[in-house]
Protein backbone atom coordinates (compact mmCIF):
# COMPACT_ATOMS: atom_id res chain seq x y z
CA UNK A 1 0.00 0.00 0.00
CA UNK A 2 2.80 2.06 1.06
CA UNK A 3 4.39 1.33 -2.23
CA UNK A 4 1.38 2.08 -4.18
CA UNK A 5 0.78 5.72 -2.22
CA UNK A 6 4.19 7.09 -3.18
CA UNK A 7 4.29 5.61 -7.08
CA UNK A 8 0.84 7.40 -6.91
CA UNK A 9 2.61 10.75 -5.76
CA UNK A 10 5.88 10.41 -8.02
CA UNK A 11 3.30 10.30 -10.69
CA UNK A 12 1.00 13.16 -9.96
CA UNK A 13 4.16 15.54 -10.07
CA UNK A 14 5.42 14.36 -13.45
CA UNK A 15 1.61 14.85 -14.53
CA UNK A 16 0.90 17.84 -13.15
CA UNK A 17 4.15 20.02 -13.36
CA UNK A 18 6.26 18.13 -16.08
CA UNK A 19 3.86 16.44 -18.73
CA UNK A 20 2.14 20.06 -19.89
CA UNK A 21 5.93 21.46 -20.82
CA UNK A 22 6.46 18.38 -22.46
CA UNK A 23 3.84 18.38 -24.47
CA UNK A 24 4.38 21.75 -25.60
CA UNK A 25 7.61 20.89 -26.90
CA UNK A 26 6.15 17.96 -29.36
CA UNK A 27 6.37 19.66 -33.02
CA UNK A 28 4.18 17.36 -34.76
CA UNK A 29 1.29 19.12 -32.46
CA UNK A 30 1.42 22.24 -34.61
CA UNK A 31 0.05 20.40 -37.28
CA UNK A 32 -2.65 18.51 -36.22
CA UNK A 33 -4.71 21.14 -34.39
CA UNK A 34 -7.71 18.58 -34.32
CA UNK A 35 -5.40 15.95 -33.13
CA UNK A 36 -3.69 18.39 -30.38
CA UNK A 37 -7.13 19.10 -28.80
CA UNK A 38 -7.65 15.44 -28.36
CA UNK A 39 -3.96 14.76 -26.81
CA UNK A 40 -4.20 17.90 -24.21
CA UNK A 41 -7.67 16.99 -23.10
CA UNK A 42 -6.59 13.55 -22.61
CA UNK A 43 -3.79 14.71 -20.52
CA UNK A 44 -5.93 17.17 -18.36
CA UNK A 45 -8.17 14.01 -18.17
CA UNK A 46 -4.96 11.61 -16.50
CA UNK A 47 -4.32 14.47 -14.42
CA UNK A 48 -7.27 14.46 -13.16
CA UNK A 49 -7.63 10.79 -12.76
CA UNK A 50 -4.05 10.41 -10.59
CA UNK A 51 -4.99 13.13 -8.21
CA UNK A 52 -7.98 11.42 -7.69
CA UNK A 53 -6.57 7.89 -7.35
CA UNK A 54 -4.00 9.76 -5.15
CA UNK A 55 -6.74 10.87 -2.84
CA UNK A 56 -8.35 7.63 -2.79
CA UNK A 57 -5.46 6.28 -1.78
CA UNK A 58 -4.81 8.10 0.74
CA UNK A 59 -8.26 7.57 2.00
CA UNK A 60 -7.75 4.10 1.54
CA UNK A 61 -4.45 3.62 3.31
CA UNK A 62 -5.48 1.73 6.53
CA UNK A 63 -6.67 3.20 8.93
CA UNK A 64 -8.19 5.58 6.85
CA UNK A 65 -12.32 5.75 6.25
CA UNK A 66 -12.59 3.97 3.00
CA UNK A 67 -10.15 1.21 4.42
CA UNK A 68 -12.73 0.82 6.97
CA UNK A 69 -16.00 0.67 4.92
CA UNK A 70 -14.40 -1.90 2.41
CA UNK A 71 -11.82 -3.43 4.49
CA UNK A 72 -13.91 -3.92 7.78
CA UNK A 73 -11.48 -1.87 9.90
CA UNK A 74 -12.19 -4.55 13.08
CA UNK A 75 -10.24 -6.84 11.65
CA UNK A 76 -7.02 -4.70 9.98
CA UNK A 77 -6.60 -2.17 13.19
CA UNK A 78 -4.49 -5.19 15.09
CA UNK A 79 -2.05 -5.12 12.08
CA UNK A 80 -1.12 -1.36 12.92
CA UNK A 81 1.20 0.68 15.30
CA UNK A 82 -0.71 3.27 17.66
CA UNK A 83 1.64 5.83 15.59
CA UNK A 84 0.63 4.58 12.03
CA UNK A 85 -2.94 4.86 12.74
CA UNK A 86 -2.75 8.35 13.87
CA UNK A 87 -0.63 9.75 11.01
CA UNK A 88 -2.66 7.92 8.48
CA UNK A 89 -5.67 9.03 9.68
CA UNK A 90 -4.24 12.81 9.78
CA UNK A 91 -3.23 12.15 5.97
CA UNK A 92 -6.76 11.06 5.09
CA UNK A 93 -8.68 13.73 6.96
CA UNK A 94 -6.21 16.30 4.95
CA UNK A 95 -6.55 15.10 1.64
CA UNK A 96 -10.06 13.97 1.94
CA UNK A 97 -10.73 18.29 2.72
CA UNK A 98 -8.46 19.16 0.08
CA UNK A 99 -10.69 17.01 -2.09
CA UNK A 100 -13.58 18.71 -1.16
CA UNK A 101 -12.47 22.22 -1.50
CA UNK A 102 -10.48 21.38 -5.05
CA UNK A 103 -14.27 20.29 -5.99
CA UNK A 104 -16.24 23.15 -4.35
CA UNK A 105 -13.36 25.54 -6.41
CA UNK A 106 -14.09 24.01 -9.87
CA UNK A 107 -17.72 23.81 -9.02
CA UNK A 108 -17.96 27.64 -8.25
CA UNK A 109 -16.16 28.08 -11.32
CA UNK A 110 -18.45 26.30 -13.04
CA UNK A 111 -22.02 27.81 -11.85
CA UNK A 112 -20.01 31.19 -12.45
CA UNK A 113 -19.38 30.54 -16.39
CA UNK A 114 -23.29 29.29 -16.65
CA UNK A 115 -24.63 32.24 -15.33
CA UNK A 116 -22.57 35.05 -17.55
CA UNK A 117 -23.56 32.92 -20.50
CA UNK A 118 -26.73 32.85 -19.09
CA UNK A 119 -27.09 36.41 -18.86
CA UNK A 120 -25.55 37.29 -22.23
CA UNK A 121 -28.05 35.07 -23.41
CA UNK A 122 -31.30 37.28 -22.03
CA UNK A 123 -29.19 40.83 -23.34
CA UNK A 124 -28.67 39.14 -26.77
CA UNK A 125 -32.66 38.06 -26.85
CA UNK A 126 -33.40 41.29 -25.39
CA UNK A 127 -31.58 43.40 -28.41
CA UNK A 128 -31.77 40.82 -31.39
CA UNK A 129 -33.99 40.30 -34.71
CA UNK A 130 -34.25 36.99 -36.23
CA UNK A 131 -33.72 36.75 -40.20
CA UNK A 132 -35.23 34.24 -42.44
CA UNK A 133 -32.04 32.97 -43.80
CA UNK A 134 -30.18 31.64 -42.27
CA UNK A 135 -31.86 30.40 -39.41
CA UNK A 136 -29.18 29.99 -36.91
CA UNK A 137 -28.71 33.80 -36.63
CA UNK A 138 -29.62 36.32 -35.00
CA UNK A 139 -28.30 39.73 -35.59
CA UNK A 140 -27.85 42.84 -33.48
CA UNK A 141 -27.93 46.67 -35.19
CA UNK A 142 -24.10 47.66 -34.41
CA UNK A 143 -21.79 48.80 -36.45
CA UNK A 144 -18.65 46.64 -35.44
CA UNK A 145 -17.57 43.44 -36.46
CA UNK A 146 -18.53 41.31 -34.63
CA UNK A 147 -19.09 37.23 -34.80
CA UNK A 148 -19.83 34.67 -31.97
CA UNK A 149 -21.62 31.45 -30.86
CA UNK A 150 -23.52 31.09 -27.58
CA UNK A 151 -24.06 27.37 -27.00
CA UNK A 152 -27.94 27.73 -26.76
CA UNK A 153 -30.97 25.14 -29.09
CA UNK A 154 -32.28 28.42 -31.25
CA UNK A 155 -30.32 30.81 -32.81
CA UNK A 156 -26.41 29.98 -31.29
CA UNK A 157 -24.51 32.39 -33.66
CA UNK A 158 -24.95 35.91 -32.98
CA UNK A 159 -23.93 38.49 -35.64
CA UNK A 160 -23.50 42.29 -35.68
CA UNK A 161 -25.18 44.67 -38.84
CA UNK A 162 -21.93 45.90 -39.09
CA UNK A 163 -20.19 42.57 -39.88
CA UNK A 164 -23.03 41.59 -42.32
CA UNK A 165 -22.75 44.67 -44.28
CA UNK A 166 -18.90 44.13 -44.89
CA UNK A 167 -18.05 40.59 -45.28
CA UNK A 168 -18.52 39.13 -48.50
CA UNK A 169 -20.70 36.19 -49.41
CA UNK A 170 -17.76 34.18 -48.93
CA UNK A 171 -16.25 35.21 -46.12
CA UNK A 172 -19.36 35.52 -44.09
CA UNK A 173 -20.25 31.69 -45.16
CA UNK A 174 -16.80 30.84 -44.07
CA UNK A 175 -17.28 32.79 -40.42
CA UNK A 176 -20.46 31.00 -40.21
CA UNK A 177 -19.04 27.33 -40.83
CA UNK A 178 -16.65 28.59 -38.16
CA UNK A 179 -19.24 28.89 -35.48
CA UNK A 180 -20.81 25.89 -36.81
CA UNK A 181 -17.68 23.81 -35.84
CA UNK A 182 -17.46 25.25 -32.96
CA UNK A 183 -21.03 24.30 -31.79
CA UNK A 184 -20.54 20.73 -33.58
CA UNK A 185 -17.74 19.72 -31.63
CA UNK A 186 -19.12 21.20 -28.09
CA UNK A 187 -15.67 23.65 -28.03
CA UNK A 188 -17.52 25.28 -25.42
CA UNK A 189 -18.03 22.16 -23.17
CA UNK A 190 -14.40 21.36 -23.49
CA UNK A 191 -13.22 24.63 -22.21
CA UNK A 192 -15.53 25.31 -19.48
CA UNK A 193 -14.23 22.25 -18.04
CA UNK A 194 -10.81 23.07 -18.52
CA UNK A 195 -11.65 26.32 -16.97
CA UNK A 196 -13.38 24.62 -13.93
CA UNK A 197 -10.32 22.65 -13.60
CA UNK A 198 -7.53 24.97 -13.95
CA UNK A 199 -9.45 27.46 -10.85
CA UNK A 200 -9.59 23.93 -8.67
CA UNK A 201 -5.61 23.43 -9.65
CA UNK A 202 -4.12 26.75 -10.26
CA UNK A 203 -0.93 25.19 -8.97
CA UNK A 204 -0.67 22.74 -11.95
CA UNK A 205 1.64 24.03 -15.02
CA UNK A 206 0.25 20.94 -16.67
CA UNK A 207 -3.35 22.38 -16.42
CA UNK A 208 -2.31 25.86 -17.19
CA UNK A 209 -0.31 24.62 -20.39
CA UNK A 210 -3.90 23.03 -21.46
CA UNK A 211 -6.12 25.99 -20.83
CA UNK A 212 -3.84 27.93 -22.85
CA UNK A 213 -3.40 25.61 -25.71
CA UNK A 214 -7.07 24.35 -25.84
CA UNK A 215 -8.25 28.13 -26.54
CA UNK A 216 -5.61 28.94 -29.60
CA UNK A 217 -6.19 25.27 -30.79
CA UNK A 218 -10.11 24.88 -31.36
CA UNK A 219 -9.59 28.24 -32.95
CA UNK A 220 -7.41 26.74 -35.87
CA UNK A 221 -9.86 23.73 -35.82
CA UNK A 222 -12.61 26.14 -36.92
CA UNK A 223 -10.31 28.05 -39.35
CA UNK A 224 -9.12 24.48 -40.97
CA UNK A 225 -13.46 23.45 -41.12
CA UNK A 226 -14.25 26.45 -42.26
CA UNK A 227 -11.10 26.28 -44.64
CA UNK A 228 -11.75 22.44 -45.68
CA UNK A 229 -15.34 23.75 -47.09
CA UNK A 230 -15.07 27.48 -48.49
CA UNK A 231 -11.23 27.96 -49.54
CA UNK A 232 -8.36 29.21 -47.17
CA UNK A 233 -8.90 32.61 -48.64
CA UNK A 234 -12.48 34.15 -47.40
CA UNK A 235 -11.34 32.63 -44.12
CA UNK A 236 -7.86 34.97 -44.17
CA UNK A 237 -10.04 37.68 -45.91
CA UNK A 238 -12.96 37.07 -43.04
CA UNK A 239 -10.11 37.29 -40.19
CA UNK A 240 -8.11 39.85 -41.49
CA UNK A 241 -11.76 42.19 -41.98
CA UNK A 242 -12.72 41.21 -37.64
CA UNK A 243 -9.81 41.82 -36.63
CA UNK A 244 -9.05 41.98 -32.95
CA UNK A 245 -11.66 41.24 -30.52
CA UNK A 246 -12.43 39.42 -27.38
CA UNK A 247 -15.02 36.54 -26.84
CA UNK A 248 -18.22 38.00 -24.75
CA UNK A 249 -18.59 35.52 -21.49
CA UNK A 250 -19.48 31.87 -22.47
CA UNK A 251 -19.04 32.80 -26.35
CA UNK A 252 -16.34 31.83 -28.76
CA UNK A 253 -15.72 34.39 -31.34
CA UNK A 254 -14.19 34.39 -35.54
CA UNK A 255 -12.00 37.24 -34.08
CA UNK A 256 -8.72 36.96 -32.22
CA UNK A 257 -7.85 38.03 -28.92
CA UNK A 258 -4.47 38.77 -29.37
CA UNK A 259 -2.50 40.20 -32.07
CA UNK A 260 -0.24 37.38 -31.93
CA UNK A 261 -2.71 34.81 -32.19
CA UNK A 262 -4.60 36.46 -34.99
CA UNK A 263 -1.42 36.56 -36.94
CA UNK A 264 -0.15 32.80 -36.43
CA UNK A 265 -4.01 31.81 -37.40
CA UNK A 266 -3.31 33.84 -40.52
CA UNK A 267 -0.12 32.41 -41.37
CA UNK A 268 -0.98 29.20 -40.57
CA UNK A 269 -3.62 29.64 -43.20
CA UNK A 270 -1.26 31.52 -45.84
CA UNK A 271 0.78 28.34 -45.83
CA UNK A 272 -2.21 26.29 -46.68
CA UNK A 273 -0.23 23.98 -44.22
CA UNK A 274 -2.23 20.58 -45.13
CA UNK A 275 -2.12 17.91 -42.09
CA UNK A 276 0.68 14.85 -42.73
CA UNK A 277 0.26 11.65 -41.58
CA UNK A 278 0.56 10.83 -37.77
CA UNK A 279 3.87 9.38 -36.91
CA UNK A 280 4.32 5.79 -34.79
CA UNK A 281 4.93 8.40 -31.46
CA UNK A 282 1.84 10.55 -32.92
CA UNK A 283 -0.38 7.34 -32.57
CA UNK A 284 1.53 6.03 -28.71
CA UNK A 285 1.11 9.59 -27.38
CA UNK A 286 -2.55 9.41 -28.71
CA UNK A 287 -3.06 6.10 -26.85
CA UNK A 288 -1.27 7.34 -23.78
CA UNK A 289 -3.23 8.77 -21.87
CA UNK A 290 -6.49 6.69 -21.64
CA UNK A 291 -3.96 3.81 -21.24
CA UNK A 292 -2.48 5.36 -17.99
CA UNK A 293 -5.77 6.00 -16.29
CA UNK A 294 -6.38 2.58 -16.97
CA UNK A 295 -2.93 1.44 -15.64
CA UNK A 296 -3.86 4.08 -12.37
CA UNK A 297 -7.13 2.72 -11.21
CA UNK A 298 -5.83 -1.04 -11.70
CA UNK A 299 -2.89 0.33 -9.50
CA UNK A 300 -5.24 1.58 -6.95
CA UNK A 301 -7.44 -1.56 -7.11
CA UNK A 302 -4.80 -3.62 -5.37
CA UNK A 303 -5.36 -1.70 -2.11
CA UNK A 304 -4.11 -4.49 0.62
CA UNK A 305 -4.19 -4.37 4.40
Do not use: K
Request: with cysteine.
Amino acid sequence: MTGNIAGLIVLAFLMTHLMGPMVMRAGWLRRHAGVAVVVWAGVVASVVVVLLALTGAMLAWPPGPVHSWVEHLRSCLPGHTHSGELATMTLALVSGGMLLRTLCVGAARARHTIAERQRHHDMVRLVARYPDDPNDVCLIEHPALLVYCLPRRSRPIVMTTGALERLDADELSAVLEHERTHLRRRHHLLLAVVDAVQAALPWSATIRHAREELSRLVEMVADDAAAHRYGHAPVIGALRRLGLGSSPPGGLAATGETRQLLDQRIARLESHEVPGRLSVGAAIALALSPALALVIVAVGLQLSC
